[in-house]
């Protein structure tokens, strides 16, 4: 379960005592609603097939193969199945061998999402061994459906865009700028990465 409303209102009260930028946007835009996904494979699943797509065409690939197969929250569904089943419900090839790449990491139990390790570096590492599961996918994984409350997605261009506007930067701050800023929010980075995106569409709704 990702963080909920009161863990989100807590950790951002704090922020905003700790940084202007919070408070004021915090009275601009409000607290953000939860972000929250269900823990598992399906979820990791629905991220792939989620990937360089838009929501609505995530969801019809996403809605065909269930139809097609079943129970896509059971990896063993996906075992055996040809490459062409996968590629006749809008997969691309390269989403095909990834989507059997995670059930196959979970099936042998090398990747055992119920017991990943507490530390958020070492679970990460774990996650990228996947093929088609990056360092921000994996994050987002952690702190949507794990609730961890320190997962900072440094790489995320809205969160450093949003960054930036909170704090009043002239400019939109790099990966590595975007991290070091957020050092002094430790251990509340995930209630601040999600207080970003919520800025950030509240500022793309006024545009």
Same mark, same amino acid.
């Given at each position: 379960?990702?963080?909920?409303? +009161?863990?989100?209102?807590?950790?951002?009260d704090v922020l905003a005592a700790r940084e202007p930028g919070f408070a004021a946007a915090i009275a601009r835009v409000g607290y953000p609603p939860v972000r929250i996904s269900d823990r598992?494979?399906?979820?990791?699943?629905?991220?792939?097939?989620?990937?360089?797509?838009?929501?609505?065409?995530?969801?019809?690939?996403?809605?065909?193969?269930?139809?097609?197969?079943?129970?896509?929250?059971?990896?063993?569904?996906?075992?055996?199945?040809?490459? +062409?089943?996968?590629?006749?419900?809008?997969?691309?090839?390269?989403?095909?061998?990834?989507?059997?790449?995670?059930?196959? +990491?979970?099936?042998?139990?090398?990747?055992?999402?119920?017991?990943?390790?507490?530390?958020?570096?070492?679970?990460?590492?774990?996650?990228?061994?996947?093929?088609?599961?990056?360092?921000?996918?994996? +994050?987002i994984y952690l702190l949507f459906a794990e609730g961890r409350p320190d997962i900072w997605p440094a790489g995320d261009l809205a969160v450093q865009i949003e960054v930036g506007r909170i704090l009043g930067l002239d400019a939109r701050p790099s990966e590595k700028l975007t991290r070091e800023l957020a050092e002094p929010w430790r251990p509340h980075r995930g209630a601040a990465a999600i207080m970003t995106w919520h800025h950030y569409r509240a500022d793309m709704a006024v545009i």
């Open positions: 379960m990702g963080l909920s409303a +009161e863990q989100l209102k807590t950790s951002l598992g494979y399906a979820t990791l699943l629905r991220t792939i097939i989620g990937q360089q797509v838009s929501v609505a065409a995530a969801q019809s690939v996403w809605t065909k193969l269930s139809e097609a197969l079943g129970d896509l929250t059971d990896p063993t569904t996906i075992a055996g199945v040809p490459d +062409e089943t996968f590629r006749s419900v809008g997969f691309s090839r390269q989403k095909t061998g990834y989507a059997k790449s995670l059930a196959e +990491e979970v099936v042998s139990g090398r990747l055992n999402l119920a017991d990943l390790p507490a530390d958020d570096e070492e679970a990460i590492a774990q996650l990228v061994r996947v093929k088609g599961i990056g360092r921000w996918s994996a +994050e």
